[in-house]
Each structure stands twice: as structure tokens, then as C-alpha cells.
């Protein structure tokens, strides 16, 4: 059973890692687009553009979520991710109470800590990092020269 799941971890990141990147990359969406119910608090509508510290977390949030979604640039795109969260967690939440169920932060602590662990698991399988790191020059080369030759 074990020797299964190890197998399969690659693709459980993997799975993982779209999931999270796709939810980050909607709340983005919604905060600057008007989408999916729009920002918080604003019935529906977008942050005004250039407005600190919203208008510059959903940007993040777009960007960081379509990178981790992708599988490109994973690791420093979830590690900015994980780093605005825990910055909205404190500067935002936890002024109002010491517990993320108390102060409304369960959002911000949840994808701080997901985009943490994808710091150090990378993207896992299906992710465009390893396919474009297979396509490097050496790589490249191997791959011609592993191939039969023909006349």
C-alpha cells in the first residue's frame, strides 16, 4: 500500500497544486475583475486600482495563483503567495482576535501555509517547470543523441 501512494505522490502535488493555484487565482480574478462575486465587501464590484494593501494583494493573488496553477516558476511563485498571505493574516485579521476562526483569517492562514508547502514540494508531475526543464539544451542534446539513426 505504501509503495502506491509513494508512487502516486508526484501526481497528488501535482493535483494539489492546481487546485490551490486555481481557488488563489479566482480570488485575484474577483478582486480585480468584478467576477465571481467581486472583491469582499464591495457587492460585487472591484478594488480601486493601485489602493494598498488590496488592489496590490489581488494582483499577487492572480498572478502567484496562475504561475502555481501552471506548474511555471512554482517554487518563488508560492513562496510570494504564501508571503502576502501571511502579511494579510497579520496586518488584516489578527488585530481583531488571536484565532483565524475568531478574527475571519481562515482564508489567509490556509493558503499561507499551502503555498508554503509547495515552496519545498515544487510542482510535482504535470507542471510546465519540468516540462520546460526537459527541453534545456543538454537535455535537448541527449535526447538527439539517444535517437537512432537513420539513412
Not at 11 to 23: C, D, Q, T
Not at 65 to 74: K, Q
Not at 94 to 110: D, R, T, V, Y
Not at 120 to 126: I, P, Q, R, V, W
Request: hydrophobic share 55%; glycine share 14%.
Amino acid at each position: 500500500m505504501t509503495g502506491r501512494l509513494n508512487s502516486a505522490q508526484p501526481y497528488a502535488i501535482a493535483l494539489f497544486r492546481i487546485v490551490v493555484g486555481l481557488l488563489f487565482a479566482a480570488h485575484g480574478a474577483a478582486s480585480l475583475f468584478g467576477v465571481l462575486g467581486g472583491a469582499a465587501g464591495t457587492d460585487g464590484g472591484t478594488l480601486t486600482a493601485g489602493t494598498w494593501p488590496g488592489w496590490y494583494a489581488a494582483v499577487i493573488q492572480l498572478v502567484a495563483g496562475a504561475l502555481v496553477l501552471l506548474g511555471l516558476g512554482t517554487r518563488a511563485a508560492a513562496f510570494i503567495a504564501s508571503g502576502s498571505m501571511a502579511f494579510a493574516y497579520f496586518d488584516v485579521h489578527q488585530s481583531a482576535a488571536l484565532w483565524p476562526i475568531q478574527n475571519g483569517g481562515e482564508l489567509s492562514a490556509l493558503f499561507c501555509w499551502a503555498m508554503l508547502l509547495l515552496v519545498f514540494t515544487g510542482s510535482g508531475a504535470l507542471g510546465l517547470d519540468r516540462l520546460l526543464g526537459a527541453r534545456t539544451p543538454a537535455a535537448v542534446e541527449d535526447q538527439r543523441a539517444s535517437e537512432p539513426v537513420t539513412a
